[in-house]
């Protein structure tokens, strides 16, 4: 079979990770291909014998609607001959703007085309002419594929409800390779994974670490953004510097995972929590938000984790010290989360995907 995937681009990301991990996999018994919007390097690593094709050397910067128009039909095009050459059995394409160009492409050429919307558009609604472009456009495709609960339950009012299927993210491959070597020597530590965006919440972390005894205990932060500077000096405010670590982002993210003792997660939403999702899969007791959507599709309150309100720093700050406190608890979160994140491992994953590949081509 060949496939084609299609994204904006192969940076850091979450969605980029779903794309480069089941290209990898599928690469073994298929023909893949990856076309990105614009021209960039893989941050993820890429098995050579898939191919990779680009629209546009240059990210889209119009700023006026008849230039966006005429931006998105010179993408269109542009795809439309990627895909003519590489007639591909079918199309997946990822995040929004980029799956209304692959519907229209494959529509041209009459190519069954599958979308991932990933983002939570119920919480962070588009324009109103984008959303009105969004649901007309994946009228057309053979599947919209969800990642969580939430999502589905909001496409559901815009489309026919069997045309969406939840599947979420595969863990990071070689997580399950290295779960046998975790190091809880010396120090113990708090991880948070995310970018310091707005959303992301981790002031809400750093005032609860600051409210309660943390002897013996460090605070650190993976990955980059706006707000890390603003954050920095928070910690210095609240007196914790000398405990709080920023590391910025990193690819081998899996060592951190191996050296944390607990996992702090305090989105105020999320489309999909790929490093909540990890945690736990790596067996470390996690506390979440209960933010739409992800976080109670993975977290059973107190028997894999916590779940606390958003926002609240009080109640974080409680259950933050009583699990640093309680070995039993911790042992008991650790066990469970491995046990509930076994259906997230990629053979599975791509399993599903698969069936949905065959509905759409049947």
């Known amino acids: 079979m060949k496939i084609s995937f299609i994204i904006y681009g192969l940076r850091s990301g979450g969605a980029e990770r779903a794309v480069s991990g089941l290209a990898n996999y599928w690469v073994k018994n298929h023909e893949v291909s990856i076309i990105t919007m614009v021209q960039s390097e893989s941050f993820y690593p890429l098995n050579p014998n898939i191919k990779t094709n680009y629209c546009l050397t240059y990210s ?28 591909p059995d079918v199309v997946i394409s990822f995040m929004t703007q980029t799956n209304i160009y692959a519907v229209w492409a494959c529509k041209w050429l009459n190519i069954p085309c599958l979308v991932s919307e990933r983002a ?11 959303e009105i472009l ?4 994946y009228s057309f495709c053979k599947g919209l594929v969800v990642q969580t609960s939430g999502n589905k339950k909001y496409y559901s009012k815009k489309t026919k409800s069997e045309k969406i299927k939840i599947i979420p993210n595969a863990v990071g491959k070689g997580f399950h390779r290295i779960m046998s070597e975790l190091d809880k020597s010396g120090e ?60 910025g ?49 993975m977290i059973t309150d107190g028997e894999n984790g916590f779940l606390v309100p958003v926002g609240d720093v009080d109640t974080l700050a409680t259950k933050m010290e009583e699990l640093m406190h309680s070995d039993v608890l911790q042992k008991r979160f650790r066990e469970n989360a491995i046990r509930s994140t076994q259906k997230y491992e990629m053979e599975p994953i791509a399993k599903n995907w698969m069936e949905v590949i065959q509905n759409a081509i049947s």
């Not at 989105?267 to 929590?273: L, N, V």
């Open 249 to 297: 982002a990193q690819k081998d993210v899996a060592s951190y995972y191996k050296k944390a003792s607990l996992f702090v997660f305090t989105s105020e939403h999320e489309g999909f929590p790929n490093a909540l999702l990890e945690a736990l899969y790596f067996g470390l007791p996690c506390i979440s938000t209960n933010c739409p959507h992800g976080p109670a599709d």
């Open 188 to 247: 113990n530590q708090i991880l948070n994974v995310g970018a310091f965006r707005n959303g992301k919440a981790q002031d809400i972390l750093l005032r609860a670490f600051a409210k309660i005894d943390t002897s013996g205990w460090k605070l650190v932060f993976l990955g980059e953004g706006p707000n890390m500077e603003k954050y920095k000096a928070l910690s210095k405010e609240l007196a914790i510097e000398d405990k709080v670590c920023f590391k």
């Open 60 to 87: 889209k910067s119009s700023t006026n609607q008849f230039s966006s128009i005429k931006d998105a039909l010179k993408r269109i095009k542009i795809l439309i001959s990627h895909l003519n050459r590489e007639k």
């Open 120 to 130: 939570n558009h119920e919480l962070n609604p588009l324009p109103r002419f984008q």
């Open 134 to 137: 969004r649901d007309f456009s």
